[in-house]
T-cell receptor
């Protein structure tokens, strides 16, 4: 079965601290992997994506993610979190860039001052 | 990136009425549009996929007669919730993608539907 799991429903970090959001996937074909961010009541903004090549991908807003095929993981990281990063983060998998996506449950990030 | 708009952003309606939500790609031709539904504090669940000029393909468990999708042009798709009930209250998000498999999918800002 195709699925995406984000084990952490809610994470709280202090401003300036590092962040890692976990994502594991199960997908039959070669996956396209995505991380999106959603602010309350808003749509989704693409942070980064991966299909092939360098397994460490850089995205917007200082985020990066590392693809580990052996672990079926695509964890999102940021070295220093800002208060404005507080939002909901979704990991997703799909067959290509424009195909239908399967989303994880989301991880809500809170940032302490 | 490309822009997808949705209208209205919020709508409140009475039970039994129908509501239409528009999704427009403003600066690209969206050959394919997707409609997602998101309940509070939950993930996005794909409802249906529509290709311009074709009938929409609905995901399992989604009532096609209740959620009518029309994709009449390359820049406009509509979702009509017919005979809406309180359990249809949700956040509806659309996205659009161009014809190539390498085209990125862009998401709209969402529409909050509340059925009283």
């Amino acid at each position: 079965a195709q699925s995406v799991t984000q084990p952490d429903i809610h994470i709280t970090v202090s401003e300036g601290a590092s962040l890692e959001l976990r994502c594991n996937y199960s997908y039959g074909a070669t996956p396209y992997l995505f991380w999106y961010v959603q602010s309350p009541g808003q749509g989704l903004q693409l942070l980064l994506k991966y299909f092939s090549g360098d397994t460490l991908v850089q995205g917007i807003k200082g985020f990066e993610a590392e693809f580990k095929r052996s672990q079926s993981s695509f964890n999102l990281r940021k070295p220093s979190v800002h208060w404005s990063d507080a939002a909901e983060y979704f990991c997703a998998v799909g067959p290509n860039q424009g195909g239908k996506l399967i989303f994880g449950q989301g991880t809500e990030l809170s940032v302490k001052p | 990136g490309a822009v997808v708009s949705q209208h209205p952003s919020r709508v409140i309606c009475k039970s039994g009425t129908s509501v239409k939500i528009e999704c427009r790609s403003l600066d690209f031709q969206a050959t394919t549009m997707f409609w997602y539904r998101q309940f509070p504090k939950q993930s996005l669940m794909l409802m249906a996929t529509s290709n311009e000029g074709s009938k929409a393909t609905y995901e399992q468990g989604v009532e096609k007669d209740k959620f009518l999708i029309n994709h009449a042009s390359l820049t406009l798709s509509t979702l009509t919730v017919t005979s809406a009930h309180p359990e249809d209250s949700s956040f509806y998000i659309c996205s659009g993608a161009g014809p190539s498999s390498t085209d990125t999918q862009y998401f709209g800002p969402g529409t909050r539907l509340t059925v009283l």
